[in-house]
Each structure stands twice: as structure tokens, then as C-alpha cells.
């Protein structure tokens, strides 16, 4: 089997009446594993990718390794479903003529994750260069988009045929369509997955996001009123939470903006393992979808009934839950833990997450005691003058000394003797150590994408513009062992589409391989 074919498998898995479960192919081991029950009728299985083993070769194992968990029902063995032979019109351009007012734009108060900036188209050569190109958009939209598993999931189990099905759930829902030339198409809805898959395929958006499901069809919203009975009016949306990279520009020293790399990534680690904790265990949610941006962050997808249906009010509440980053670039503390004590949520993240990873990963990889200007920086959150003094003066005494690889390690443990001794207990200095860590791995919410039911976000499975990397979900059991370096591209999938041609195992002859420089296919020549 070619590389394309086991990257995107679907498992047909059927526990008599219990909901699907999604899966996730170890590449480091030969067995799954499983990750929650995102949604009903979703089964939708794609590789993570990890350190150990970058994405130059199929991640998913061969059937006989594949196996299910699950204590209370038996599982069928999977089936892998083979891609079409020829993409549906999947060569079908943009119009170039299009222009903004040609487009039907929805009110100003319709939220629209991430920026609209296109990325600049590059020069092709005869390979296939490892940049985002919009001609590479028709063959992953023909050949690899998954369109019926995200039908399935946006339907929530009102697909089927059963006396309780909303057969209107889906065509309620709202599509925004990101095209070329900064285009934007909001309020697409869509009937089927059939209807769906041609829309995207015959306009290759650049980004798709994903809004509420709203009392009526979005297209037909101007028909409706806007007050009273018979109003267009968002009635059911997931929870869903957005974290950037670029929010911890003021406490990671390898990267800034949109850059991202292994050595800041734990931040993200950190995000995940809290915040999933938390939904699961304080608020009792079981289907959450975490995805990989693209870029610099990760997405959050909250699916459970009950969060779908929460009011604006509610979901605040449940954002405000996770406040506890407060400041800007101009202000010193960004943490301030008054109580006596931890509230039980925060005191389990710091112990089971913050502090192992601060003291593990990040003290080390951010150097972040290791230059006069960082530690300043931490000694400016320690409000007695006596201990920033004392600090200060062991610190400067070795500044003209090789500092050895050890030097944070070294400093963060005379910080925290000094704040934990006896002679200073009277002063409450001990909670100080727990600010500053709090402070620098603490997760930082966009608070506005999870309080407003009409955002929009991103979907799964999109290729971000700027990289050209996919949105594959991230596994929070493991997801300390994601590697966002390693995601798979638009490139890196048309050249294992171009070797499976080459190789005649995908599709007929004269579908592959594709030519980056003009947009069409063309034959090999193989001596």
C-alpha cells in the first residue's frame, strides 16, 4: 500500500450502538492509540507526527498491526478505504476576475479566526518546491481532503435516517471560504457532503473555517427577521479555544512572532495538558478535538452536547475560569496569586505540569536565568528589595566566570531556597515561586474566541496558507511528543503522490504526476 493511501485511513469500527472513537497511528510502535470519543459518527483516523520519526514516509502501519481498545465493546478489524482514482473536479480554477464586491460579505460582527494575509506566491521549478502553492490545493482537495468524515462530524449523528434526525443540522451550519486575492466568502452552507466537496473542490479556498449552526440556513439569512420569533440567530456552537505562540513572545527568547520551534513548543504542551485536564475533569466534557494550527498555535474543539448549547454567558464563564495570565509587555507581573492558598485547578496544573516542565524544559531551552537583562526580569516579580539584593549580588559575583550549561538550574535553586527559607516565611515569599513560573508557562487563551458563539475557526485538516502545512489533530495523551517541524505539507503529499505515480500505484497514469510550475499533469519519462 502507498504512502498516500495509509496516511488518511478511516476504521470502520462499530460498537453496537456506542459512538466511534478516533484514532491515533504510533509510528514509534506497532499498535494505536485510542484517543476519546470525539463525536458521534466520527471515525476518522490520522497519523500524529513525532520527534523520533519526521514525515518523509507512511506513518500509519499495515492492517495486521492495527489494533482497538475499548473494555466494554469488541471491535471489527479496520478497513482502509482506497482514495478515488480520479480527483472530482478537482482542476477547476478560481476565477481570477472575482473581485470583493462580486462576494456576499456578512456583517461586521462576524468573527473570522487568524489573519487574511495570503502567502506570496514563489517560483517553481522542476521539483516540487517545499513552499505553499495554490495548484497544489485541486489535488489535496481531490485526493485527500477527508469531506465525508468532516460531514459526519458536523452533523452529530443527524445524517442518517433514524425518526430523531434533523435532516436541515447540516445545511444550518456555517462555512467561510478564504479565496485568492483576500476574497472572503462567508455564510456557505451546504446540503451534503457531495454538496460540500464540490463547492471546495471547484473553489480551492485557501483557508476554510468552520461557524455556529444557526436557526435557519445561513444563504437564506436575508429572508428572515432579525427580531422576534422567526429570527437568524446562532442556537448551537462548539466550545471551542485558540492559543498562540505569539502571546509568549515576552517570556521565549529562541523565537518571536510566528516562528515556532522545539525549543518554545513545551508552551504549547503545557496549554493542552491543563486545559484538557480541566474540561474533562472540573467541567465533565468528554469529546474535545485538539488541532494543530498550521503555524504557531493550537485549536480546541469542545463537541459534547451540552457545550454546543451553551449561551455567550456561560462560555465567558468557563473562559474566565482558566484567567489567570494578567498584563502586557509594559507591565512586570503577569501573575498574581493573592489567595492563601492555590485554587485546587491551579494548584494541580503546577504541580503535575507547570513545574516540570518550567524547571524540565523551559529553564534550560529559554535560558532564562542566564544573562543579566532575563534575570532582572524575574527579579523585578519579588517585591522585597532585601532578597532582590541578596540574589543579585550572588548572581553578579559570577558574571565574569564561564557560566557552564547549569547556570539557570543553579540560579532558579538559589531563588527558590532563598524565597522557601525560614527567615523569610513571615514574609509570604514562598507563593512568589509560584508566580514566576505561572508566568511563564501559564496557558494564554484568546478569551474572545471561546466567549462569542458567531466565531469562526479554523478546520481541521486545512493547510495553512503561510506554511503549507496541514491541521492534523494533536493526541493530548502524548502530545509532549508532537513535533510541529514535522507536520506533513502540501509538498511533501504531492511528491509522495508523484512517486506513487511514477511507482503506478495511485490512480490511473495520467493523473500523476503534477507538473508545480503550470498546474497540470504530465508523464514521467522513466528509462
Known amino acids: 500500500m502507498d504512502p498516500v493511501h495509509r496516511r488518511i485511513a478511516r476504521a470502520d469500527i462499530r460498537l453496537r450502538g456506542f459512538p466511534p472513537i478516533l484514532l491515533y497511528a504510533s ?77 456576499e460579505n456578512g456583517p461586521a460582527d462576524m468573527l473570522i479566526d487568524g489573519n487574511k494575509a495570503r502567502a506570496p506566491r514563489e517560483k517553481q521549478g522542476n521539483s516540487v518546491p517545499d513552499k505553499f502553492n495554490s495548484n497544489y490545493l485541486k489535488f489535496y482537495y481531490g485526493k485527500l481532503f477527508p469531506f465525508s468524515d468532516i460531514f459526519k462530524w458536523m452533523s452529530y449523528g443527524n445524517d442518517g435516517k433514524h ?5 436541515t443540522y447540516f445545511g444550518r451550519r456555517e462555512f467561510s471560504f478564504t479565496l485568492d486575492n483576500d476574497i472572503y466568502l462567508r455564510f456557505q452552507s451546504f446540503t451534503s457532503a457531495a454538496e460540500l466537496e464540490s463547492s471546495i473542490q471547484e473553489k480551492c479556498p485557501f483557508k476554510i473555517d468552520i461557524g455556529p449552526v444557526y436557526s435557519v440556513d445561513p444563504a437564506k439569512r436575508h429572508a428572515y427577521a432579525q427580531s422576534g420569533d422567526n429570527v437568524f440567530t446562532p442556537v448551537e ?65 469542545v463537541c459534547d452536547r451540552k457545550a454546543r448549547r451553551l449561551s455567550n454567558e456561560q462560555r ?37 505540569v507547570l513545574e516540570g516542565i518550567f524547571e524540565e524544559k523551559l529553564l534550560l531551552s529559554q535560558n532564562i536565568l542566564a544573562t543579566e537583562e532575563r534575570y532582572e526580569k524575574i527579579l523585578d516579580m519579588i517585591p522585597d528589595e532585601s532578597v532582590t539584593a541578596e540574589l543579585r549580588g550572588k548572581w553578579q559575583e559570577k558574571r565574569q566566570s564561564s557560566i557552564s550549561n547549569d547556570i539557570n538550574v543553579v540560579r532558579w535553586e538559589q531563588l527558590k531556597q532563598l524565597l522557601q527559607s525560614g527567615k523569610h516565611k513571615g514574609k509570604g515569599l514562598r507563593r512568589y515561586v509560584e508566580e514566576i513560573v505561572f508566568s511563564f508557562t501559564y496557558p494564554r487563551l484568546d478569551m474572545e474566541v471561546s466567549k462569542h458563539m458567531n466565531h469562526l475557526l479554523k478546520a481541521p485538516f486545512c493547510v495553512h496558507p ?29 511528491e509522495e503522490l508523484n512517486q506513487g505515480g511514477v511507482r503506478g500505484d495511485v490512480g490511473d497514469a495520467g493523473d500523476f504526476p503534477f507538473d508545480p510550475r503550470s498546474g497540470q499533469n504530465f508523464t514521467w519519462k522513466v528509462n
Request: proline share 10%; charged share 25%.
Open 316 to 352: 465567558a464563564s468557563i473562559a474566565d475560569y482558566f484567567r489567570v495570565y494578567k498584563g502586557n509587555e509594559n507591565s512586570d507581573k503577569k501573575v498574581s496569586l493573592t489567595s492563601p492558598a492555590l485554587h485546587p485547578f491551579l494548584a494541580r496544573s503546577y504541580t503535575e
Open 163 to 167: 425518526p430523531g434526525c434533523d435532516q
Open 466 to 494: 503561510k506554511t503549507g502545512r496541514v491541521c492534523v489533530p494533536i493526541d493530548p495523551n502524548s502530545c509532549e511528543e508532537f513535533d510541529p517541524t514535522a507536520v506533513p505539507t502540501l509538498s511533501m503529499l504531492l
Open 27 to 103: 509510528p514509534s510502535s506497532r499498535h494505536e492509540i485510542p484517543l476519546v470519543q470525539v463525536v458521534p459518527s466520527l471515525s476518522l483516523s490520522l497519523p500524529s507526527p513525532r520527534r523520533s520519526r519526521p514525515f518523509t514516509h507512511s506513518l500509519l502501519p499495515s492492517p495486521p498491526s492495527l489494533s482497538f481498545f475499548d473494555s466494554r465493546r469488541p471491535l471489527h478489524a479496520p478497513q482502509l478505504l482506497p482514495l478515488p482514482k480520479r480527483p472530482s473536479n478537482c482542476l477547476a480554477e478560481v476565477k481570477e476576475t472575482m473581485t470583493r464586491e462580486e462576494c
Open 237 to 301: 456552537r462548539e466550545l471551542i479555544f485558540d492559543i498562540d505562540m505569539s502571546d509568549y513572545d515576552d517570556v521565549r527568547y529562541c523565537c518571536s512572532g510566528a516562528d515556532v520551534c522545539l525549543e518554545c513548543w513545551p508552551l504549547m504542551t503545557v496549554a493542552i495538558k491543563v486545559i484538557d485536564t480541566a474540561l474533562r475533569d472540573d467541567f465533565g466534557f468528554n469529546h474535545i478535538l485538539w488541532v494543530y494550527s498550521g503555524r504557531r498555535g493550537v485549536h480546541c474543539w
